[in-house]
């Protein structure tokens, strides 16, 4: 059983009556893919990102991981096969320290104590932050969060890797470590972003998103060169 | 505000963790001898003052002990004051009785009972502040969920110890927003006031979902996992310590120590 691919079939949200964010989104990766997803404010991608394990669910249409259908029963699972990195590090971490904030999740999957140890130094060795693990978060750079905010995903060893926005608001040096870093990974990963560079650096597939739909989806290279399409979605 | 906001949250982040090298006994032992000290020191007759007065001896060699300052603790301390003033001044009318006179100054029995309530309240608040300050917030938790408090309460006062960080954090972009375009004008109108209040009210609901998500989306169900850390093991030195400071504790409560080196004084 592979959980190395995520299917998202017609996907239909509605925060209210009025306002469907999503309307009838279908797209899906592939075992070690990494795919860009990129679109103008309001277009939905954080939204997409929050069905990807089910802290979301669908109004109509259906998440599909690996060969399981997304559901209550099979929510655990797929939580720990889909590791979701969140926009804003702050909202992320928590713990008093990194490393505890790291453990947070491997705990919650119910492991030994000594492989929850494995899984932290693990994570925070991929991420370069192991020299970081009895800081507190709070006192960490923005980069430093970010990258300890990966870590804390990366301890539960997930399939498949979500990341929204994960060069916003980063200087220059710490975006080209997390680029880098996000580059090493062999992860199945869908990243939502607005920096077209990075798209074009790390994700050879990029899906265009407008007003809730897919407006295009195909080669990263021949998407961000055509202009026309970019400025009709706002990009 | 925003800096006296600042301040706050650099204080309550240092109380998240435990105090460096603090000891050698088991939090648990700390946790129920603090309990002792506090049953002992409360149920002291308020019109006792005098008596109440050797509790205070006890946040100052806890202190002491751990080489943590004792001033901070009774600065930071003080802030009950007001609370328990409000609770104590109705004392002040009911009981109009004389107690007793200094040079000719007739202190009634609603003074001294008024003093006894402040006392009590800056005891009992110095006394939980020292435990979280050596022990640290967290850890705190998580022992009291050890010696069987419901691993629910325990998660829900680490959570409500997160939340003050989410209001403390939105009211200051709040303040600084408001502060960077007000030009010096300190005065908050009403209208301001309640639009803050609202806006405060929306963001931090907004920040703690997107953090309740964040834990969601790490397996977490409703209850904090246990400690990754094994845990510390209950020694023969903890059960001393615990019994030292209770027989003591009970016995200047029992005995009125003082009340009897009054008394010799009084004879010599």
């Given at each position: 059983?592979?959980h ?10 509605r925060?209210?009556p009025e ?7 279908t ?6 893919e990494?795919?860009?997803l ?10 997409l990102?929050?069905?990807a ?12 991981v ?5 559901t209550?029963?099979t929510?655990?699972?797929?939580r720990?096969?889909v590791?979701?990195?969140f ?10 320290t990194?490393?505890?904030d790291?453990?947070?999740?491997p705990?919650n ?5 000594d492989?929850i140890a494995e899984?932290?130094?693990r994570a ?6 192991l020299?970081?693990r ?11 969060k970010?990258r ?17 926005e ?7 040096r ?13 992860h199945?990963?869908?990243?939502a ?8 650096m790390l994700?050879?597939r990029?899906v ?5 739909q897919?407006?295009?989806?195909g ?8 202009s026309?399409l970019l ?5 | 505000?925003?800096d006296?906001l600042?301040?706050?949250l ?10 460096p090298?603090h000891?050698?006994?088991?939090p ?6 603090t ?7 409360l149920s002291?007759p ?5 008596e ?10 806890c ?16 802030v009950?004051v ?13 009981h ?6 200094i ?14 309530i402040i006392?009590r ?10 435990l979280?300050?050596?022990?640290g ?16 309460l325990?998660?829900q006062?680490?959570m409500l110890y ?6 403390a954090?939105?009211?200051l ?10 030009f ?10 309640g ?8 963001r ?8 309740s ?14 400690p990754?850390?094994?845990p510390?093991?209950?020694?023969w ?7 030292m ?6 016995a ?8 009897r080196?009054?008394?010799?004084f009084e004879?010599?």
């Amino acid at each position: 059983m592979s959980h190395h691919f995520i299917l998202f079939d017609n996907i239909h949200y509605r925060y209210s009556p009025e306002r469907e964010v999503l309307r009838g989104v279908t797209m899906q990766l592939d075992h070690g893919e990494k795919v860009a997803l990129v679109g103008a404010n309001g277009a939905g991608k954080s939204t997409l990102l929050l069905h990807a394990n089910g802290l979301l669910s669908p109004s109509q249409g259906q998440v599909v991981v690996g060969d399981m259908v997304l559901t209550k029963k099979t929510l655990p699972t797929i939580r720990q096969s889909v590791g979701l990195v969140f926009q804003n590090p702050d909202d992320q971490l928590f713990m008093p320290t990194v490393e505890e904030d790291v453990s947070f999740g491997p705990a919650n999957m119910n492991l030994s104590r000594d492989e929850i140890a494995e899984r932290v130094e693990r994570a925070l060795q991929a991420v370069g932050a192991l020299d970081l693990r009895h800081r507190s978060p709070q006192q960490l750079s923005g980069g430093e969060k970010r990258r300890v905010a990966i870590a804390t995903v990366l301890a539960m060893e997930p399939s498949i890797l979500v990341m929204d926005e994960p060069s916003a608001g980063l200087d220059p040096r710490a975006r080209r470590q997390m680029i880098a870093l996000v580059a090493s990974f062999g992860h199945t990963a869908l990243i939502a972003t607005h920096d077209l560079d990075m798209a074009q650096m790390l994700c050879p597939r990029t899906v265009i998103m407008l007003a809730g739909q897919v407006a295009a989806d195909g080669p990263t290279k021949q998407l961000l060169g055509d202009s026309a399409l970019l400025e009709r979605c706002g990009l | 505000m925003s800096d006296g906001l600042q301040r706050l949250l650099v204080r309550l982040s240092a109380l998240e963790r435990a105090t460096p090298n603090h000891s050698t006994i088991d939090p648990r032992a700390r946790i129920v001898v603090t309990l002792v000290y506090l049953i002992v020191m409360l149920s002291v007759p308020i019109t006792r003052l005098s008596e109440l007065l050797l509790y205070a001896l006890f946040p100052i060699i806890c202190a002491a002990d751990v080489g943590i300052r004792y001033r901070p603790i009774l600065q930071q301390s003080l802030v009950i004051v007001p609370f328990a003033a409000l609770i104590g001044v109705f004392n002040i009318f009911y009981h109009r009785e004389a107690a007793f006179a200094i040079g000719g100054v007739i202190i009634t029995r609603g003074w001294l009972e008024f003093g006894s309530i402040i006392v009590r309240a800056l005891l009992s608040v110095q006394a939980l502040l020292l435990l979280v300050r050596i022990e640290g917030y967290n850890p705190l938790c998580r022992n009291l969920q050890r010696l069987g408090v419901p691993a629910m309460l325990a998660t829900q006062l680490i959570m409500l110890y997160r939340y003050i960080f989410v209001l403390a954090e939105q009211l200051l972009s709040l303040t600084r927003a408001r502060a960077s375009r007000s030009f010096n004008r300190r005065a908050m109108p009403v209208s301001e006031w309640g639009s803050i209040v609202g806006q405060l009210t929306v963001r931090t609901i907004e920040r703690a979902e997107r953090i309740s998500l964040a834990m969601a989306a790490r397996g977490f169900e409703g209850r904090m996992p246990a400690p990754t850390t094994p845990p510390r093991r209950w020694l023969w030195r903890d059960t001393i310590y615990v019994a030292m400071w209770s027989i003591a504790l009970i016995a200047s409560r029992v005995l009125y120590p003082v009340e009897r080196l009054v008394q010799l004084f009084e004879t010599l």
